[in-house]
């Protein structure tokens, strides 16, 4: 019997799903799912002549598992930067009868019901259903829910977590998950039987199911908030931990739904484009040049989306933040360092090209270093002309924040660009390589020289600058 406290909480949920729903997001959803079968049907369209001239050692259906859990990285990249479910109760409900048990139940009922949830492992089972058949395609349902459900899971666990131990416990058992899933779908080759696909779909399904129990149960367990010492949950319930400038950049990516949803097509539509041009190279596209320019706007352009504001984010709060002990340059140099990384994540999500798809290893280092050095590098000049930008507004088709300086200023990265393409198509390949490479190691060297020249001119227009802020 279900008691009144928890008939409340249900109610009080479901009218805050009804207020709170909007189609823009649905038909956010629904256009990335069409979007991913669209891709892959493309994909298989172009490999299906190859396909047929050599026969493949196993049968379709033996691939069920792999595709279950392919859809792993791009949900957890998605719930990262788009899912946002409720972990903790407010003060109004913690004030009520509300047992924890409920509120587990009620989190868990949220991330199986959440529209994020259902996205890809649907668009899977119909690509599924559409190659293999749609037997298999439910099976590839059930599979690759089982795992999205257990991203889910692991990130409000990683969310409730009161300590950062608790947090280390929870990465090494996401590994160990990794690696025995992975290890369940290389068993779906070795045909010991005639359903042995079916047998190892089931057993993962099984195990997902036992681990997602485990996590529902931790999260149930875990304590955020403590009535006798009356500690704060804001002090306890932290994610990125103490206030800095690097914390800044984090939150101002996670929770700006402008920043996050552009970021997050970028950082999944391009690697996705320099993919499928690696599976299917045309040199003749590019003008005979030696490289594929896709590579290069793959790791580079989601820094630069980032590098076209600078200080656009700040303008919001910049009375508040001149009065932490920060300097303008030491900012500048921090958000330098940010977008840097951002290109050497997406560096890393090209790793694999370089070992299955005969990418080379020499001409993503060249890629990653020019990025950093000679396309970063002159972006941070926008600082000069940055204007105050709505941080919770929709990315699409939303132009507040822009200026004609702040465009004419864009147009830098297309100095580089150029530069970049010219040398791939006069030099040799490995002298071309070596000379992007020096030149995005010069441009770095002289990366605090230049944010110095750079935050001097700031200084100088300060009061222009704050004025045309507020």
Not at 24 to 48: G, R, W
Request: glycine share 4%; hydrophobic share 55%; with cysteine.
């Amino acid at each position: 019997m279900i008691s009144i406290a928890s008939q409340e909480l249900f109610r009080l949920w479901w009218i805050q799903k009804r207020r709170s729903f909007r189609w823009k997001d649905s038909f956010v959803a629904l256009y990335l799912a069409v979007l991913f079968v669209v891709i892959v049907v493309m994909l298989h369209s172009a490999l299906a002549a190859e396909l047929d001239r050599a026969a493949l050692p196993f049968a379709l259906n033996t691939l069920v598992p792999l595709l279950g859990i392919c859809i792993i990285p791009s949900d957890l990249l998605i719930k990262l930067f788009w899912r946002r479910s409720p972990v903790e109760m407010d003060d109004y409900l913690r004030s009520r009868p509300v047992a924890p048990k409920d509120w587990a139940w009620l989190v868990l009922l949220d991330s199986k019901l959440n529209f994020i949830q259902w996205m890809l492992p649907l668009s899977m089972a119909f690509v599924t259903a559409l190659f293999i058949g749609i037997g298999w395609g439910v099976l590839t349902f059930f599979v690759a829910f089982s795992c999205t459900l257990f991203n889910a899971l692991i990130q409000n666990c990683l969310r409730r977590a009161p300590k950062k131990i608790d947090c280390l416990f929870l990465f090494l058992g996401y590994l160990v998950w990794l690696v025995c899933i992975v290890l369940f779908t290389l068993f779906a080759f070795f045909r010991l039987m005639e359903w042995g696909t079916v047998v190892i779909s089931l057993l993962l399904i099984l195990y997902n199911s036992l681990v997602c129990y485990l996590l529902h149960r931790c999260f149930t367990l875990m304590k955020s908030y403590s009535e006798e010492t009356h500690v704060p949950v804001t002090s306890t319930a932290h994610s990125l931990g103490a206030v800095s400038m690097w914390s800044i950049e984090w939150m101002q990516l996670l929770r700006s739904s402008r920043l996050r949803t552009s970021f997050l097509v970028l950082a999944i539509m391009l690697p996705l484009t320099a993919y499928l041009q690696q599976v299917s190279p045309s040199p003749d596209n590019f003008h005979g040049l030696a490289i594929d320019p896709t590579l290069l706007l793959s790791i580079a352009f989601p820094s630069i989306l980032m590098a076209q504001w600078v200080l656009g984010v700040e303008a919001n709060y910049f009375s508040g933040i001149w009065t932490k002990p920060w300097s303008v340059e030491g900012i500048l140099r921090r958000k330098y360092y940010f977008f840097c990384m951002i290109c050497v994540a997406m560096s890393l999500i090209m790793l694999p090209a370089v070992i299955w798809l005969n990418l080379s290893l020499w001409t993503l280092i060249s890629v990653l270093l020019f990025s950093c050095g000679a396309i970063l590098l002159p972006m941070m000049a926008t600082c000069l002309y940055s204007s105050r930008i709505d941080l919770f507004g929709k990315a699409f088709f939303n132009y507040q924040g822009g200026n004609k300086q702040l465009n004419a200023m864009s147009l830098l990265m297309f100095l580089p660009l150029g530069l970049y393409f010219v040398l791939y198509a006069f030099l040799p390949l490995p002298w071309a390589h070596l000379v992007v490479s020096l030149i995005g190691l010069l441009a770095f060297s002289l990366h605090s020289v230049y944010i110095h020249w750079i935050t001097n001119i700031w200084h100088r227009r300060r009061y222009e600058i704050m004025e045309r802020w507020k």
